[in-house]
T-cell receptor
Framework: DTGVSQDPRHKITKRGQNVTFRCDPI?????LYWYRQTLGQGPEFLTY????????KSRLLSDRFSAERPKGSFSTLEIQRTEQGDSAMYLC???????????????FGPGTRLTVT | AQTVTQSQPEMSVQEAETVTLSCTYD???????LFWYKQPPSRQMILVIR??????QNATENRFSVNFQKAAKSFSLKISDSQLGDTAMYFC????????????FGGGTRLMVKP
């Protein structure tokens, strides 16, 4: 059983450029989450999908951020006109949507570390 | 809104000893879940243990156990027989009782296991 994968693992970009990250969840998981983690802090929720529907977005997700999950499988997170404050680790997690105790567990990918110079 | 507080930024323990990490939370919900996640240096977040709020019995997973005090809104993690591989950041997290909702994390505790 492969886990959650994210690509790229590291991204260095100049301020003002656009970047896109990809997340591939565990294959049978219907729910997919994006979090942002700054150095020394706990992750903060950004948005989540159930299948292809984006069901909730945090106020942290400014207009420069957009996320998609077009076919209910992988997801992309795009940041337009990057700013230095966007430098962080972007984490993706997935969970199954089914009854039972395991349905509440979220499994994380390795993250994409973004550095904006 | 929920808040999660971890009051110990850093802790250390000798190998083979026992250590307890603290977590408190604030919520008006009655149905929720609590988790401890481990994040080793430069590695991904791993789920360590889960506790359902409706269960009175404390969860255990091998060397890891929790002390869940619902009235006090306290959820501590005990690691027995500490191993060098337990060195990591540990995050306490809260989830409302709806599978679709997001995790709310504490600020983390950096644990160092010393040989």
């Amino acid at each position: 059983d492969t886990g959650v994968s994210q690509d790229p693992r590291h991204k260095i970009t100049k301020r003002g450029q656009n970047v896109t990250f990809r997340c591939d969840p565990i294959s049978e998981h219907n729910r997919l989450y994006w979090y942002r983690q700054t150095l020394g802090q706990g992750p903060e929720f950004l948005t989540y999908f159930q299948n292809e529907a984006q069901l909730e977005k945090s106020r942290l997700l400014s207009d420069r951020f957009s996320a998609e999950r077009p076919k209910g499988s992988f997801s992309t997170l795009e940041i337009q006109r990057t700013e230095q404050g966007d430098s962080a680790m972007y984490l993706c997690a997935s969970s199954p949507y089914q009854t039972g105790d395991k349905s509440y567990e979220q499994y994380f990918g390795p993250g994409t570390r973004l550095t904006v110079t | 809104a929920q808040t999660v507080t971890q009051s110990q930024p850093e802790m250390s323990v000798q190998e083979a000893e026992t250590v307890t990490l603290s977590c408190t939370y604030d919520t008006s919900e009655n149905n929720y879940y609590l988790f401890w996640y481990k994040q080793p240096p430069s590695r991904q977040m791993i789920l360590v243990i889960r506790q359902e709020a409706y269960k009175q019995q404390n969860a255990t997973e091998n060397r890891f156990s929790v002390n869940f005090q619902k009235a006090a809104k306290s959820f501590s993690l005990k690691i027995s027989d500490s191993q060098l591989g337990d060195t990591a950041m540990y995050f306490c997290a809260f989830l409302r009782g709806n599978a679709g909702n997001m995790l709310t994390f504490g600020g983390g505790t950096r644990l160092m296991v010393k040989p």
